[in-house]
């Protein structure tokens, strides 16, 4: 479903990925772990089409984005850190608005059902986005996900800021979607989380996937000391 | 893509209230606009009506001094000012030559400001003295008419700016566009859409001001049919121009702060700088020649010819045989003389005139030329043409003066020069001067020429954007 060969970015004098091969199936959680600028927003935005790699080619339901970057467009959905919807809208309205641009035409019906399966509390449906908390943006979000019906999931940092709760309800929806056949490529610094939810985890440094695990294989502890080692910070005792 | 960008742009204009607003100073400003130019053409029909009713009364006095003096009763007025004289009649009894209002008048004061709508020729007078110019107050001049062609050309682009600027910042500054950006569209396509919807409301709202503002002043636009879409046209046109520009700004300026001052800037340039500019440079390659010079040579011309009146009116005529024929009495007066030497210091005065005039026509030709450089130029020059102001319809209005001055004189002099007395039987001869407007030509043109410019410019955007990776209108600030 996400495939990247040798996706390589450089800025000017600055490698912000470098070489990356990763493969993400169907139904597949990979998170991305790593410090700030390790590359995994750059890693997201080469996938997105928003940007152009140096060289290298990444691949989403077998299109190549940068060939036909709109046409990968219909099969993925992306959940920011930060979500934006329009906040004069209603949760129905930015999810009926979204999706329709996406050339998803929505009954009022299917709409209440995609945020019922979201998570979002009935209550909120026909409430104007600028009263939401963040999760509850991010469970918009993933209606939105649900609707276009996305064969890949790309998040960037969707639990910061989310509190316990929320990131619970949060990698459930996630694990729902998986079950449904979704690739997730999640980039995140919540190495608890990423534990959690993921089937597949990778850390990277300097643009580059430096380490990969089986998310089941491996305990939070180990996982946390292999993070610690290869972003080389010394070792703290707890 | 369109009709959900149909439907949400709307929601989320008025939740934000702007269809509201705008709704709102639309309505003050046509509202407000239009009354100073009904006010200006209130004031204009009055002043031409007052004009008309004095010349009237000096009729009826006129006509009562006739009847007296054919009845052979006294009169006691003075006798240079008795009306059997085709020269008084000629010099106090002048007809009025007026330039009526027009159903769309009230739309731009244009050269209404300048120049004065009736004039009075004497038979004695010059034609090129005529006062044709008029001294409003200073404080106007200074500010400029809130007419509605002001609203339009001034106003509206700042009401578009304030409307458009950040269409595509706002969402980026806000990271909705990041969203928006992960949907199967393209960015281009989408903000082109979402400018085109707030043009499409802003239409809406400035046709229905439109139409309310006529209705409350009276004007009925049914009436006024092809002006009033003439005039809807051009603003819809000049509108398009100023959102192309924005759609521009939008995908390649940056943050709202610098889209702002970017069509700011635009603004000042294309309504403010390039008229004043076109204006001084007409004036620097076709300098006028000097009034003041002009009518000291007059001066002087008449000071030389008044030594030698005799001299010229015998040769007045010899010319005119047909006058020396008639006159039976052979007397000779002041007028005689000083009609004929009149006759020579036009002749004289007329390389000095002509060279006036082609300077003004090639003023006129170089900013006709020129004019495409700014819409504002365009646009202001068509609402001064729809209401019947611009600077050609007042050197319409001159010609007919000036040859109504012509034919007055032309009617008189016979009497003159027959020593004929005027009577009350030729009151009903005398020359009325009916004022021709200047035939209409189609604005429809200038629209359809802002129209494929605006066209143009949205064509530049959408190519040249082609090249601007999305990655450009996503990074951040």
Redesign the interface.
């Known amino acids: 479903m996400i495939t990247t060969n040798n996706l390589t970015k450089i800025y000017k004098d600055q490698t912000a990925l470098d070489h990356l091969n990763l493969q993400v199936n169907a139904g597949e959680i990979y998170c991305l772990l790593g410090a700030n600028g390790a590359g995994k927003t750059t890693t997201i935005?080469l996938l997105?089409?928003?940007?152009?790699p140096t060289s290298g080619s990444a691949f989403i339901n077998d299109l190549d984005v940068s060939q036909k970057a709109?046409?990968t467009?219909?099969f993925?959905?992306?959940i920011?850190e930060?979500?934006?919807?329009?906040p004069?809208?209603t949760a129905v309205?930015n999810l009926?608005?979204?999706s329709?641009?996406?050339?998803k035409k929505l009954s009022k019906k299917n709409i209440f059902n995609f945020l019922k399966e979201a998570g979002l509390q009935e209550d909120a449906f026909e409430k104007r986005i600028a009263t939401f908390s963040k999760g509850m943006r991010q469970k918009v979000?993933i209606a939105i996900a649900l609707a276009k019906d996305a064969k890949v999931l790309?998040l960037d940092e969707p639990t910061s800021g989310l509190d316990p709760k929320a990131s619970n309800e949060f990698g459930q929806l996630l694990h729902k979607l998986s079950q449904k056949g979704v690739a997730t490529l999640m980039a995140t610094h919540d190495l608890f989380r990423a534990k959690e939810v993921a089937t597949r985890i990778g850390i990277m440094k300097d643009g580059q996937l430096k380490e990969e695990f089986i998310a089941k294989d491996i305990s939070l502890l180990n996982l946390e000391q292999n993070y610690l080692n290869t972003m080389e910070y010394k070792e703290v005792t707890l | 893509m369109f009709s959900y960008n149909f439907k949400y742009e709307l929601k989320l204009l008025l939740r934000s209230k702007w269809i509201q607003l705008l709704s709102i100073i639309l309505l003050l400003l046509f509202g407000f606009s239009a009354y100073n130019g009904k006010e200006k053409v209130i004031k204009r029909e009055a002043d031409i009506t007052a004009a008309k009713n004095e010349v009237k009364e000096n009729d009826q006095m006129m006509l009562q001094l006739l009847d007296s003096v054919e009845k052979g009763m006294q009169v006691s007025v003075s006798r240079w000012t008795i009306p059997t004289s085709p020269m008084v009649i000629g010099n106090y009894y002048p007809r009025v030559a007026a330039m009526q209002p027009q159903a769309m008048t009230f739309i731009a004061t244009g050269q209404s400001d300048i120049f004065t709508h009736y004039v009075k020729p004497k038979v004695t007078g010059d034609d090129f003295a005529l006062n044709f110019t008029e001294m409003t107050s200073p404080v106007q001049l200074l500010f400029g008419s809130f007419d509605l062609s002001f609203v339009i050309v001034y106003l509206l682009p700042l009401l578009i700016i304030a409307f458009s600027y950040n269409v595509l910042s706002s969402e980026k500054e806000s990271g909705s566009l990041r969203l928006l950006a992960s949907q199967p569209i393209r960015v281009q396509d989408w903000v082109s859409q979402k400018l085109f919807l707030r043009f499409f409301w802003l239409s809406l709202l400035i046709i229905l001001s439109l139409c309310l503002t006529f209705l409350i002043f009276g004007i009925e636009w049914f009436s006024v049919f092809n002006s009033f879409l003439s005039l809807v046209a051009i603003i819809l046109a000049y509108m398009l121009f100023w959102f192309a520009l924005a759609f521009l700004v939008n995908l390649w300026v940056g943050d709202s702060a610098k889209n702002a001052i970017s069509l700011l800037g635009l603004w000042v340039l294309f309504v403010l700088l390039a008229p004043s500019v076109l204006n001084q440079l007409s004036t620097t390659l076709y300098p006028m020649p000097s009034r003041t010079l002009m009518i000291n040579e007059m001066r002087e011309l008449k000071a030389e010819v008044s030594k030698k009146q005799d001299k010229i009116l015998d040769n007045f005529l010899r010319d005119h045989p047909e006058y020396a024929i008639n006159d039976t009495t052979q007397t000779r007066g002041f007028y005689h003389r000083y009609m004929a030497s009149q006759q020579l210091v036009k002749q004289e005065l007329n390389p000095v005139l002509t060279g006036y005039e082609n300077q003004l026509q090639k003023q006129q030709a170089w900013l006709e030329k020129l004019k495409w450089i700014s819409p504002a130029i365009t646009v202001q020059e068509s609402l001064n043409k729809m209401a019947g102001a611009s600077t050609g319809d007042y050197e319409h209005f001159r010609k007919q003066v000036v040859d109504f001055a012509e034919t007055w004189r032309s009617f008189l002099t016979p009497f003159l020069y027959n020593n004929k007395d005027f009577t009350q039987k030729d009151y009903s001869a005398l020359p009325q001067f009916i004022f021709q407007p200047k035939p209409k030509s189609s604005q429809f043109v200038v629209s359809g020429i802002l129209l494929i410019v605006s066209m143009l410019l949205f064509g530049v955007g959408f190519v040249l954007s082609k090249k601007v990776k999305e990655e450009m209108m996503l990074k951040p600030f």
């Open positions: 935005n997105l089409g928003f940007i152009e709109k046409e467009k219909k993925l959905a992306y920011p930060n979500l934006m919807l329009y004069s809208l309205e009926d608005y979204f329709g641009i996406a050339g979000g790309l």
